[in-house]
């Protein structure tokens, strides 16, 4: 008989995982309770669920990882299940432990089971007992520098450093030669201690080329163990995963019998219960190592759910309260391919640099897909991020994750190619552009994946398209013609108001009126670029920041007579632009969206695009590309420019953990000045050009704004 499911279940998380588990816990009839910081009050997750219980605090430390908040939060609501989602306290033993004590049923695995999966050292020893294969390494206590330098030159260059309770790609280090074991050997156990609180350190032989596959198990209290295929996670950027994919490429039936088996006796090797992913290394010759075991619910398991068609987080709270596995190993098959792309907030251009800012506009392709079905024709975006919500620096950059299936791995590619075009978001950098080149790449549309794949075409990756900037420039003079438009309205009903009190005073009106006003507008913009060299295309040199004007005309009788093409409904203009000059009118088909036709020199079609304004900002998204630039006072801008000539400025907020120079220090391009630490991970700050250190402005333990100038160099 079903076990009873208990009424409430809260949700130690935030942003989409949140989500993701309230949509499940809906659909089944339980009541959920989000967990807030202060910075997340008005977040996506907290509307989405049906309680939500302050935690008070803005960092990871103060809200979402304070174990004892979340319980008191749980006994407050009368929560009787508790889902930790992924990163935060889902693998931390002591937390299910305590959920226990407190008669609350923690959603995942024994706290024994996460102790020994936990700790890579006790992992790597427990699978190999069950013999799986893993690669040779050092995993033991003896943790002193000498120590280490010698058992790594047992096991020979090029290895890697593992933090022993490290994860998500932090606390780890690839090191091709013995001098650089030490630098990096410090850099791990800083970034360990900061993410983990523990700095152990393991040492495992590198595979110069391998793919990253991973095996979905579960495991129920009854004994019952079941494997729901494979995933292909070699698409890897800072040894973070990018792409995910179902079915692997070339995975033969054989392969994937003998890479199954061993991630189920995985499992059984520690007596696991819930959702665990099991991850491999595969080598070119097809022989397979263990690596790690994650005690949780994967942030790609969305692949896996599309082509099995079954809800991983459903199982997770059945297998919890007791039920035995929804579906037996014979009653689970693949049908179709399933591609996910995560889209961060990040700069790839800047070696995928976290960023940081408020999202003015996001538009998600078409939904469709059931977190259940592997729905042939449905797109499915996981995301806890709306327009307006800021994405500041202590949580995850991730802004969602868009998910297709298909028929075939290359209808799959089709349609996650349509839906990245189709994808919006202004206000701040993502990686959706990168996405795209990503996944169509020559290689990878034909299943060359490998794990240092982004590494090796990091240039090809991220080279400039070559941009046409009229069409660019007319679209946001357009918008910023809107927005001033707005502000006669306002004035408008302000003059409405005013004359009420005094309808034949001058000094009341606000109707717009100018003496010796004129029909002519110049703006001035500077087009900045996300990467760091010059740009590439129409109308610009050579510089990081090019600098346009762009002249506007109303367009009065005779210009509507000399080009009665144009709709005389819409707002009719004449545009002076660096390729010439262009008859143009423009619709607002919404409040960010613009209908542009355009008659010149390099376009002669209609045109539209994507905009938003922040302060002197103006954002855009014009065929399937961001465009940032800014309207210039030119009044101040050599006087601004001057003032900050030379300046290296913070990339991000974060902490000065380092500074690797001196002022009066002669520095070369790419010297390295200081690091970061932002995220819980390590940043290297690089000198841009050659000089002389003028001025520095901050110290080892410093916090530093975005935008803070850092140093100065002459």
Known sequence: MPAKFPPKLLIANRAEIACRVARTAKRMGLGSVAVYSDVDCAALHVKQCDESVALGGVTAGESYLDSDKILLAAKQCGAQMIHPGYGFLSENADFAEQCNQAGITFIGPSPASIRIMGAKSAARRAVASANVPVLPGYDDEQQDDEYLQQRANEIGYPLLIKAVAGGGGKGLRMVEARADLLPALAAVRRE?????????????????????????????????IVHLYERDCSMQRRHQKIIEESPAVGMTD?????????????????????????????????????????????????????VTGQDLVEWQIRVASGESLPCSQSQLSLSGHAIEARIYAENPAQQFLPATGTVH?????????????????????????????????????????????????????????LALADYQILGVHHNISFLDKLINHRLFQNGATETRFVEKHYRELIERAVIDFDPVLALACCYELKINHDRQIAARQVNEQRQQSDRWSPWSLADGWQNNLTRTLSLHFDYQDDHQGGHQGNHQGDHEDAHFVAGIEFAGTEFNREHPDLDLSAVNLRLNLPGGVYAAQYQMSSANHIQLKMNGPHVRHAVSGVVA??????????????????????????????????????????????????????????????????????????????????????????????????????
């Open 192 to 224: 360990s201690r900061s993410a983990f609180a523990d700095d152990r350190v393991m040492l495992e032989k590198f595979l110069p080329v391998a793919r990253h596959i991973e095996v979905q198990v579960f495991a129920d209290q009854h004994g019952n």
């Open 254 to 306: 054989d392969l994937r019998g003998q890479m199954t088996r061993a991630a189920v006796e995985c499992a059984r090797a520690v007596d696991y219960m819930g959702a665990g992913t099991v991850e491999f290394l595969l080598a070119p010759d097809n022989a397979f190592y263990f690596m790690e075991m994650n005690t949780r619910l994967q942030v790609e398991h969305p692949v896996t759910e599309m």
């Open 361 to 417: 506009f996001i538009h998600h392709p078409d939904d469709r897909a059931d977190d259940r079905v592997g729905d042939q024709t449905g797109i499915r975006v996981d995301t806890g991020i709306k327009a307006g919500d800021v994405i500041g620096h202590h949580y995850d950059p991730i802004i969602s994750k868009l998910i297709v299936c298909g028929k075939s791995r290359q209808e799959a590619l089709h349609k996650i190619t």
């Open 613 to 714: 304004k922040s302060g002197d900002q103006i954002m855009l998204h014009y065929q399937g590309r961001n465009h940032h630039l800014k309207l210039v006072d030119r009044r101040f801008q050599e006087q601004a420019s001057a003032q900050h000539s030379g300046a290296v400025r913070a990339p991000m907020p974060g902490l000065i953990i380092a500074v690797a120079v001196e002022v009066g220090e002669k520095v070369s391009s790419g010297t390295p000045l200081l690091i970061v630490e932002a995220m819980k991970m390590e940043h290297q700050i690089t000198a841009p050009k050659d000089g002389v250190v003028k001025q520095l402005n901050y110290a080892v333990g410093d916090q530093v704004k975005d935008g803070d100038a850092l140093l100065v160099i002459e």
